[in-house]
């Protein structure tokens, strides 16, 4: 046994022994068009094969032990005037949720700065708007600059963006733009009615036009069906290219949301839409988002093991409960998982 060989830890060199060799070449690309029916097919097949399917994907493309931690901050607050049915910060609902002005570039910077020294790699800041008015333009241009200034990728979830705002976005640092489907269009109006799917489309065409890079996602247990599930991934892998980044949200039912009182999602239905997300787009950072609270350690350990490979970290996520960072921790180490670090 070599020198090097002896001082490797075990764990690593078995890692990194799977990791170069994936058991089978994986067809997807990012060129691939998935038609609804070859993806409806991944969701119906045998448990066990579905992820063995999403392992080749995950490992074909990353370390399948690292896990990128990202931290979302509510830079906006409450009083939104759309009409999402899932979101407690559309005023129209009552759900408690107060509504606060923008938050200053120090109090970000603040959160950024304990963000970064707790772990994360990357920053989100969401604001509930509708979209950003040009007023408020210069001074989320000035947070992005001084959050990418503390060596941290950034992201920003803002609504709908007209041109010139997604350039002034990049030009100012920004990373990610976040921009989700929630749903497919089939199902769509069921949840939202203040703004259609094509808006959405436009938006992330001219985030993508402006050399952002894109976060796209939606969220699951809405009362959408299995071929809906099924719709909205193929929405997803189906942008050319795919988006870099894909969070799959378990909905949190608000009360005094709309959306409250659904019966609950299967979990392994939910695992089994992160392991569609990874064959189907396998390059992208799958990222578990809201709904960890209420799943436990064993569906969060099915969703890595699924091909999901990026989570929020920190207690809040916009204006719901996240899993304490002390237990996220706990949880990886646990499972012997590692947070991404940035070079
Ligand atoms: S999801 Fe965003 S756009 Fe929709 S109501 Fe909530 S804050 Fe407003």
Known sequence: MSRSELETPHITKAHSLVFEAPVTPVTSTTTQTWPVEDVLALFDLPFNELIFRAQQAHRAHFDPTEVELATLLSIKT??????CGYCPQAA???TGVVAKKLLSTEEVLEAARAARDSGATRFCMGAAWREPKDRDMEKIEEMVSKVKALGLETCATLGMLKNDQAQRLK?????????NLDTAPEFYNNVISTRQYSD?????????EAGLKV?????????????QRAGLIVQLANLNPYPESVPINHL???EGTPLHGLAPLDPLEFVRTIAV???????????????RRQMGDAVQAMCFLAGANSIFYGDKLLTTGNPDAVDDRALLAKLGLHAREVA
């Not at 976060?215 to 071929?227: A, D, Q, W, Y």
Request: charged share 30%; proline share 2%.
């Open 215 to 227: 976060c796209c996602g939606g969220i699951v247990g809405m009362g959408e069906s299995r071929g």
């Open 277 to 291: 997300a990874r064959v189907t787009m396998p390059k992208a950072r799958v990222r578990l988002s809201a709904g």
């Open 92 to 94: 129209r609902y009552d």
């Open 252 to 254: 949190v039912q608000v």
């Open 171 to 179: 030009n100012a640092g920004l990373d990610y733009y976040n921009h």
């Open 200 to 208: 959405r489309l436009d938006t992330l065409g001219r985030v993508r």
């Open 78 to 83: 409450g009083g939104c005037e759309e009409d």
